[in-house]
């Protein structure tokens, strides 16, 4: 079946400037997961999804960071107000449930290049 | 607190010998621990999890990790590298008190052939 897909795979833009990146989750999937990859380091959590419950914000690393998730499925992660530092591969990972025992599965992730 | 180190930022091995990436942990429950490979320009892809019961997991392309809760480690291995392996591996350990996956910084494996 379809796996995890995210939109654009490439982002380009200047200091400043709004972007909003898009997750679609693998059907059926209740918990969505955003994290972050910067040159060179580990994978950083942002956000968490899980069905209609409040998300778990606690990795977003400034106010400028928000996502949502629309009838519980497709996301959007936005950074405002874009900086230098933004610039990093983000994934996106969908797993059944939000359980310990549960897999998360990858899309290919987004490179935002912030100039 | 929990972590995850992998120690190694590189290891680089001959077609045909077998390989290990090295992971160890720290969580305050019990550990779930995952194994990730990711190819250049690519996302993470599963390759085994460690849950319950035996240490030694089988997952896929041929890779097996052993569980060792003594030495808290979950040492990825393959008895056999092929140039294909050559990738990122990402170990991650999920606590389940607190259902967060953290994961390591990587381990680049090399495969010459």
């Known amino acids: 079946g379809a796996g995890v897909s995210q939109s654009p795979s490439n982002k380009v833009t200047e200091k400043g400037k709004d972007v909003e990146l898009r997750c679609d989750p693998i059907s059926g999937h209740t918990a969505l997961y955003w994290y972050r990859q910067s040159l060179g380091q580990g994978l950083e959590f942002l956000i968490y999804f899980q069905g209609n419950s409040a998300p778990d914000k606690s990795g977003l690393p400034s106010d400028r960071f928000s996502a949502e998730r629309t009838g519980g499925s497709v996301s959007t992660l936005t950074i405002q107000r874009t900086q230098q530092e933004d610039s990093a591969v983000y994934l996106c990972?969908?797993?059944?449930?939000?359980?310990?025992?549960?897999?998360?599965?990858f899309g290919p992730g987004t490179r935002l290049t912030v100039l | 607190a929990q972590s995850v180190a992998q120690p190694e930022d590189q290891v680089n091995v001959a077609e045909g010998n077998p390989l290990t990436v090295k992971c160890t942990y720290s969580?305050?429950?019990?550990?779930?621990l995952f194994w990730y490979v990711q190819y250049p320009n690519r996302g993470l892809q599963f390759l085994l999890k460690?849950?319950?019961?035996?240490?030694l997991v089988k997952g896929s392309y041929g890779f097996e990790a052993e569980f060792n809760k003594s030495q808290t480690s979950f040492h990825l291995k393959k008895p056999s590298a092929l140039v294909s392996d050559s990738a990122l591996y990402f170990c991650a350990v999920r606590d389940a008190f607190t259902d967060n996956l953290f994961f390591g910084t990587g381990t680049r494996l090399t495969v010459i052939p």
């Open positions: 460690y849950i319950t019961g035996d240490n």
């Open positions: 990972a969908s797993s059944l449930e939000r359980l310990s025992t549960d897999t998360q599965y």
């Open positions: 969580v305050s429950g019990n550990p779930y």
